[in-house]
């Protein structure tokens, strides 16, 4: 077993479980329950609550969050969540999960990634009890809820018309992250490192290890992602001993890996026009290659190239067909032997499409 993990392996102990204090209700070992946590008022006539649900394991075992919607125009995670409680083996499961499908409420019922005032709650963490509604969120969210886990995945989304391959972003200088992202098993793992304010921050300085799904893009459902997003985190689940391993043939092949990239970055229209994109998902380019042609509806003015600043695979696109001077457009990972990457990143289109 990897040393790294072995303090999932740790809490497992085979003991049973006790009763835990969660907002005020007592669950014991071996219960599910919904529950909704009070949030920060805005009107006096208008509370709002976060849908939270918690699976208790009758053993001992390590505490997972599981958290989407931070930014409330994303979906996909929603659906993740829906259906991973609905899979039968976590009533088997050691230890606790804690899932919340909605954290930014407010955001998800005006389909918006802001809180009032226009603040980002993704960038408010740790909160204040008494700031702005973003750090009142930040800091319920906080104390409630993350402080009690040992283990944090969070689901997110592309921007609105950016589709994103299925990927893990985390902080790999903190080894545990890496062996975790290995074993949730997406096409690309990037390294990010965390800034402050953030949650992946505030994780790091409390030695919470913290990974972040993303997929898809906002105000949409892709299949694909959804399905992808439940498999790995079936996989995590297993890999920290909340649940047994795979039997033989469980696991995904090893010639479809993960592949980790260092460097992520998007490309940047010159101009405004109509975007004539010749990549996709998943393709290789290499330094100087055309990405896409942009040209003006009416054919006033000449056409523009966008072009490759170094060589590496499409992992985000913008689709929206027409574009302004400066929108990100494509999205590039840089890996240390792009050739052998882009195969393997190949691979798990083909297994992408099978889902």
Not at 64 to 77: H, I, P, Q, S, Y
Not at 213 to 234: D, H, S, T, V
Request: proline share 5%.
């Amino acid at each position: 077993m990897n040393e790294i993990l072995r303090r999932f392996e740790n809490l497992c102990t085979g003991k049973k479980n006790t009763k835990i204090k969660f907002m005020d209700t007592i669950i014991s070992p071996g219960e599910s329950v919904s529950l909704a946590l009070p949030l920060p008022e805005i009107l006096g006539y208008a509370p709002f609550y976060m849908p939270v649900k918690v699976i208790h394991g009758k053993t001992r075992g390590p505490c997972l969050l599981v958290f989407a919607t931070m930014r409330g125009n994303e979906f996909n995670g929603m659906e993740i969540i829906k259906r991973l409680m609905q899979v039968p083996s976590l009533k088997k499961i050691k230890g606790t999960i804690i899932a919340v499908p909605v954290l930014n409420v407010f955001g998800t019922m005006n389909r918006s990634k802001f809180v009032p005032g226009h603040h980002l709650l993704e960038t408010s963490f740790p909160g204040k009890e008494l700031g702005d509604y973003a750090s009142r969120l930040a800091d319920l969210f906080m104390t409630e809820i993350f402080e009690k886990c040992d283990c944090c995945v969070e689901i997110c989304s592309g921007e609105l018309n950016h589709n994103t391959m299925s990927q893990v972003y985390t902080d790999l200088t903190y080894g545990m992250n890496k062996e975790l992202a290995k074993a949730f098993q997406v096409s690309v793992i990037t390294g990010n490192r965390p800034i402050k304010g953030s949650l992946q921050f505030e994780a790091a300085q409390r030695d919470i290890p913290m990974l972040t799904y993303k997929a898809g893009e906002a105000m949409r459902f892709n299949e694909k992602a959804i399905k992808l997003g439940i498999r790995g985190l079936m996989r995590l689940i297993r890999n920290i001993k909340m649940l047994p391993d795979y039997k033989k043939g469980g696991e995904i092949k090893e010639d479809v890996r993960s592949v980790f990239s260092e460097k992520t970055n998007w490309v940047f229209t010159q101009r405004s026009g109509i975007a004539h994109n010749y990549k996709k998902l998943g393709d290789k380019v290499s330094s100087g290659e055309l990405l896409s042609r942009i040209s003006e509806p009416l054919g006033s003015f000449q056409e523009v190239d966008v072009i490759a600043p170094y060589e590496g695979v499409v992992v985000g696109i913008n689709e929206m067909p027409l574009v302004y001077e400066g929108e990100a457009l494509y999205r590039i990972a840089s890996f240390d032997h792009n050739e052998e990457a882009a195969e393997r990143v190949q691979d798990w289109v083909d297994e992408e499409s099978s889902i």
